[in-house]
């Protein structure tokens, strides 16, 4: 936070009255921040939190979330979201949950749609393959890669590298430091949790409508799921007599819906307790946001119900292994050859090594990016490989 004479700036203070007057006392407030990395003067119209999101929001980075796939592929249509619509999805649930539980919107939104933005390609089997080509040199996980990406890949700024973020964003998106201080029985702060709570919302109830849409699923087959026949229920509607597709959408409101007002109502008890207590000592307690014992519960089973029925499908299971091919071909060329790569991933092979470089390179590419370099490194040309 930039000071002056020890005192929050005029444009600042402005924020931090507020906030005071809108958000709980738990919430993260501007006056919170730890700042950035390189000192930068507060802005005269956003807040700390308002200036990450815009900056993760006008990143490089973020637009190629438009061709990363979310779980189904460009093959099976156009229907199916991305990653980059999930991450509106998420967005959306999450900033519903702060602002009724009167947390900060603003660090609530930069942190979702941070959250997947160092997803690599394919989707999961695109992060469990470059894991496997990066195990000698600690794996690869798309929440530490984001960390890269926004401290370092970059490139918007002449003073320095990297986004800038504040210290509040980059922590969220930090997996290895809060595992490190769950350990100790702090918790995140609250706007952390229910982005990842709104994430594992979004990707569940999606899933559904993909899966039934591409028909990878019938309704018949998810009525035997508590969750989903207490969506019907909720829906006040006799839906099996509305239109096959009418009966999908119907059922994936209701089903968002349904854990939104669950977790709200368990959050608001949770947090009754604590009003007053400040964003450190609220972590400090360990305080967890969670869903009720039977949502929770019915959450599971229909998530081992995708695992199994879902991701595990016929028509997904030849995409995932040729697409976890292509990028096993792609490490192990470009990480014996780093001649081959872009000019500054040589450079930052030289600084680190050729594997965690060629890691980062394929990291950052969108699906098409990625089968056009493999095409190209499997053909005649013998040059480097584009940069994205």
Same mark, same amino acid.
């Given at each position: 936070?930039?000071?002056?004479?020890?005192?929050?700036?005029?444009?600042?203070?402005?924020?931090? @009255?507020?906030?005071?007057?809108?958000?709980?006392?738990?919430?993260?407030? &501007? !006056? @919170?921040?730890?700042?950035?990395?390189?000192?930068?003067?507060?802005?005269?119209?956003?807040?700390?939190?308002?200036?990450?999101?815009?900056?993760?929001?006008?990143? &490089?980075?973020?637009?190629?979330?438009?061709?990363?796939?979310?779980? $189904?592929?460009?093959?099976?249509?156009?229907?199916?979201?991305?990653?980059?619509?999930?991450?509106?999805?998420?967005? !959306?649930?999450?900033?519903?949950?702060?602002?009724?539980?009167?947390?900060? /919107?603003?660090?609530?939104?930069?942190?979702?749609?941070?959250?997947?933005?160092?997803?690599?390609?394919? =989707?999961?089997?695109?992060?469990?393959?470059?894991?496997?080509?990066?195990?000698?040199?600690?794996?690869? !996980?798309?929440?530490?890669?984001?960390?890269?990406?926004?401290?370092? %890949?970059?490139?918007?700024?002449?003073?320095? @590298?990297?986004?800038?973020?504040?210290?509040?964003?980059?922590?969220?998106?930090?997996?290895?430091?809060?595992?490190?201080?769950?350990?100790?029985?702090?918790?995140?702060?609250?706007?952390?949790?229910?982005?990842? %709570?709104?994430?594992?919302?979004?990707?569940?109830?999606?899933?559904?409508?993909?899966?039934?849409?591409?028909?990878?699923?019938?309704?018949?087959?998810?009525? *035997?799921? &508590?969750?989903?026949?207490?969506?019907?229920?909720?829906?006040? /509607?006799?839906? *099996?007599?509305?239109?096959?597709?009418?009966?999908?959408?119907?059922?994936?409101?209701?089903?968002? *819906?349904?854990?939104?007002?669950?977790?709200?109502?368990?959050?608001?008890?949770?947090?009754?307790?604590? =009003? =007053?207590?400040?964003?450190?000592?609220?972590?400090?307690?360990?305080?967890?946001?969670?869903?009720?014992?039977?949502?929770?519960?019915?959450?599971?089973?229909?998530?081992? $119900?995708?695992?199994?029925?879902?991701?595990?499908?016929?028509?997904?299971?030849?995409?995932?292994?040729?697409?976890?091919?292509?990028?096993?071909?792609?490490?192990?060329?470009?990480?014996? *050859?780093? %001649?081959?790569?872009?000019?500054? $991933?040589?450079?930052?092979?030289?600084?680190?090594?050729?594997?965690?470089?060629?890691?980062?390179?394929?990291?950052?590419?969108?699906?098409? $990016?990625?089968?056009?370099?493999?095409?190209?490194?499997?053909?005649?040309?013998?040059?480097?490989?584009?940069?994205?």
């Amino acid at each position: 936070m930039s000071e002056i004479d020890g005192e929050s700036s005029p444009d600042l203070q402005q924020f931090i @009255d507020r906030e005071h007057l809108l958000l709980a006392s738990y919430a993260t407030h &501007s !006056s @919170d921040t730890q700042g950035r990395v390189h000192l930068e003067s507060e802005h005269l119209y956003r807040a700390p939190y308002a200036r990450d999101r815009d900056r993760i929001l006008h990143s &490089s980075a973020f637009r190629r979330l438009s061709g990363k796939m979310q779980v $189904f592929t460009g093959e099976m249509g156009i229907y199916h979201r991305t990653r980059l619509t999930h991450t509106f999805e998420v967005a !959306s649930v999450a900033r519903t949950l702060a602002r009724a539980l009167r947390l900060n /919107e603003d660090l609530t939104e930069a942190l979702a749609l941070m959250h997947d933005i160092g997803h690599p390609p394919y =989707g999961h089997c695109g992060e469990d393959a470059l894991d496997a080509c990066l195990a000698a040199a600690g794996g690869f !996980s798309h929440n530490q890669f984001a960390l890269v990406v926004v401290q370092e %890949l970059e490139k918007r700024y002449l003073n320095f @590298d990297g986004l800038n973020l504040s210290h509040e964003t980059l922590a969220g998106q930090d997996v290895r430091a809060n595992k490190e201080a769950a350990a100790v029985g702090r918790s995140p702060s609250l706007e952390v949790q229910i982005v990842d %709570l709104a994430d594992s919302i979004a990707y569940d109830a999606h899933d559904v409508d993909d899966a039934l849409q591409l028909g990878l699923l019938t309704i018949a087959e998810l009525k *035997d799921l &508590s969750i989903i026949q207490r969506a019907i229920l909720t829906t006040g /509607e006799p839906i *099996d007599v509305l239109p096959k597709q009418q009966i999908r959408v119907e059922l994936v409101r209701a089903l968002i *819906d349904l854990q939104v007002s669950d977790l709200l109502h368990q959050s608001s008890d949770r947090l009754m307790p604590h =009003g =007053g207590k400040s964003c450190d000592e609220v972590c400090s307690l360990g305080v967890r946001l969670e869903h009720s014992t039977s949502i929770a519960s019915e959450r599971e089973e229909l998530e081992q $119900f995708l695992f199994e029925t879902v991701y595990r499908h016929k028509r997904l299971i030849p995409v995932r292994e040729a697409a976890a091919d292509r990028l096993q071909v792609l490490f192990d060329t470009l990480s014996q *050859d780093p %001649l081959r790569l872009p000019l500054r $991933f040589r450079n930052r092979a030289e600084q680190s090594s050729p594997e965690v470089a060629t890691g980062q390179y394929l990291a950052g590419m969108t699906d098409q $990016f990625c089968d056009q370099q493999y095409r190209q490194l499997t053909g005649p040309s013998s040059g480097p490989l584009a940069d994205w």
